[in-house]
């Protein structure tokens, strides 16, 4: 028997996330062993499809080596290629363009604001990604626009704090920024902390959000404070999103600078997403759900709002630097005080 060292197709699974699409084809380019290996395995399943995935130790085999297996079908979360191909979200560019959110005239004001505080930031192309001394263009999971709004954004608000759920690369935008106001704290809530966010200047709290309770964001975020999420992006059992925007962003009693990340609304998440990545990322749709007709909400700046509402003003903010990209969305949300429910 082969050990995992000489194994042919055992993979090589990165520590840092996902892998990169080019990463993916490198990996799974033509190979008669695996193609034979895969033919096994739907003999395998085949043979146990009568007890998969309901007999629990058939779940195990699977999640004892990192993967769920669920069924397929209408009641089941994770679409198929096929769900994918067909879905509706894919007919138009815009299918989240909802005017009451993303209001053209709004979102090309703010970035007007933003304008000479995005002409400051200046980082380098490339940085080292496990030792960083400050942000670079290369840190790309927080890339490009998204960098260049959260900098921008902190030095025209010039926040008392801001709270991070999920940091990393943005924690050195974040940093930056508030060294350049002259005062701020910045505050992350992240349970698996790359190593350099020990080195730098803020408040780590290395536990999952949705452990904290809602007085402690109370009592730590006062008026004008900004909440920066960018965490798992997953509404499941008992996953942070739920938290967050079911406990947590209704409770919130002051008026507060709020940030989701990855929000690709108002068109779809990219495909590749799904067919190449496996990332079924559903935190945007209760985002959505949590915006339409909010009286206590209102969106300012959408990284992919402007890229397909205000195109030239955001490149003008980009001002050549680099390209367009990311998906941060920002909204103000009004403070509601507890008599008030
Ligand atoms: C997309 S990454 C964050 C990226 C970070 N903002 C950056 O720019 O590098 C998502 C982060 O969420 C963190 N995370 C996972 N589960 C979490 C939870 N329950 N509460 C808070 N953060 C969580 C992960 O450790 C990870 O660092």
Redesign the pocket.
């Given at each position: 028997m082969q050990g995992p060292d000489d194994d042919p197709v055992a993979e090589k699974v990165p520590e840092s996330g996902f892998p990169t699409t080019a990463e993916v084809v490198a990996r799974w380019r033509p190979n008669p062993l695996v193609d034979r290996l895969y033919d096994d395995l739907g003999r395998t399943l085949d043979r146990l499809r009568t007890y998969l995935p309901w007999d629990s130790r058939g779940r195990r085999v699977f999640e004892d080596r990192g993967l769920v297996l669920v069924p397929s079908g209408f009641y089941y979360p994770i679409p198929t290629l096929e769900d994918i191909e067909d879905s509706w979200e894919y007919r138009t560019e815009m299918p989240f363009l909802d005017e009451t959110i993303f209001d053209r005239a709004l979102l090309a004001a703010e970035l007007e604001r933003l304008m000479p505080f995005a002409a400051e930031f200046n980082p380098p192309e490339e940085g080292d990604l496990d030792h960083p001394a400050e942000y670079a263009w290369n840190m790309s999971?927080?890339g490009w626009s998204d960098a260049i709004a959260y900098y921008s954004i902190l030095r025209e608000r010039k926040p008392r704090r801001v709270i991070?759920?999920?940091?990393?690369?943005?924690t050195l935008i974040a940093t930056q920024a508030m060294t350049k106001n002259g005062s701020g704290e910045v505050i992350c809530?992240?349970?698996?902390p790359r190593a350099f966010l020990h080195d730098l200047d803020i408040t780590l709290v290395e536990q999952?959000?949705?452990v904290l309770a809602v007085d402690w964001f109370n009592d730590n975020l006062g008026p004008g404070d900004v909440l920066f999420i960018?965490?798992?992006h997953v509404v499941k059992t008992g996953s942070?999103c739920v938290y967050l925007y079911l406990k947590l962003l209704p409770e919130l009693r002051n008026d507060l600078l709020i940030h989701v990340?990855d929000v690709h609304a108002p068109g779809a998440t990219p495909k590749s997403w799904l067919v190449t990545h496996h990332l079924y990322w559903t935190e945007h749709y209760l985002l959505l759900a949590y915006l339409i007709e909010n009286p206590r909400t209102r969106v300012l700046y959408g990284s992919v709002a402007n890229a397909l509402l205000n195109r030239e003003l955001l490149e003008e903010m980009m001002g050549g630097k680099t390209a367009i990209g990311g998906g941060s969305l920002w909204f103000e949300q009004a403070g509601r005080e507890p008599a008030e429910r």
């Open positions: 999971i927080f991070e759920i999920g940091s990393g690369f943005s809530v992240e349970p698996y999952p959000v949705e960018d965490s798992t942070d990340h």
